[in-house]
């Protein structure tokens, strides 16, 4: 089946440790998107890959960083510059411009 | 900036009830507009979509309709079930810099009741 994967469901993490998300699809989308969600404030965008190699920072990017070495892949890492880590994770792709998204399971990220 | 406003919820229904959600947007040039559905814990899911004006999208009863002379996109059903009890989301896609994102409202949470 095609989809997105995203891996772990839950993670939980010290204060001031680095840590990867993983995002994986194997729908032969270009982009791919990084979003963080918070309870009453929808969606935000951290960052977005449209071709591999390529990426722009999103609405709150800081504190984030991403890499796409590969078109199935975009990790996110939450580095221990970002001030409110906790937070729950989705991960979407899609074909091209103005084209709808499509939305992994998520990872919720607990940092104590 | 593109934005997306959505009413405030919960919107609490008996089962078998009219559903409304308002959806109003700005947004520079002509955006394409979604509705999403996300359940407890899990990611969001493409409800339907419209891509003009005056398009309707429509799918497991939920209609919508692309009105760009009052910038709206509102999500309606006839008669809603237990199982519609979700988060629902509003958003458009437009264009910065020949790339394309997608901006969300804050969500309306649904809630059904037998």
């Known amino acids: 089946d095609g989809g997105i994967t995203q891996s772990p469901k839950y993670l939980f993490r010290k204060e001031g440790q680095n840590v990867t998300l993983s995002c994986e699809q194997n729908l032969n989308h270009d982009a791919m998107y990084w979003y963080r969600q918070d309870p009453g404030q929808g969606l935000r965008l951290i960052y977005y890959s449209h071709i591999v190699n390529d990426f722009q920072k999103g609405d709150i990017a800081e504190g984030y960083s991403v890499s796409r070495e590969k078109k199935e892949s975009f990790p996110l890492t939450v580095t221990s510059a970002q001030k409110n880590p906790t937070a729950f994770y989705l991960c979407a792709s899609s074909m091209g411009q103005g084209s709808e998204q499509y939305f992994g399971p998520g990872t919720r990220l607990t940092v104590t | ?114």
């Not at chain 2, 990611?43 to 009105?67: C, I, M, P, W």
Request: net charge negative; glycine share 10%.
């Open chain 2, 1 to 114: 900036g593109d934005s997306v406003t959505q009413m405030e919820g919960p919107v609490t229904l008996s089962e078998e009830a009219f559903l409304t959600i308002n959806c109003t947007y700005t947004a520079t040039g002509y955006p394409s507009l979604f509705w999403y559905v996300q359940y407890p814990g899990e990611g969001l899911q493409l409800l339907l979509k419209a891509t003009k004006a005056d398009d309707k999208g429509s799918n497991k009863g939920f209609e919508a309709t692309y009105r760009k002379e009052t910038t709206s996109f509102h999500l309606e059903k006839g008669s809603v079930q237990v199982s519609d009890s979700a988060v629902y989301f509003c958003a458009l896609s437009d264009r910065t810099g020949g790339y394309s994102t997608l901006t969300f409202g804050k969500g309306t949470m649904l809630l059904v009741s037998p």
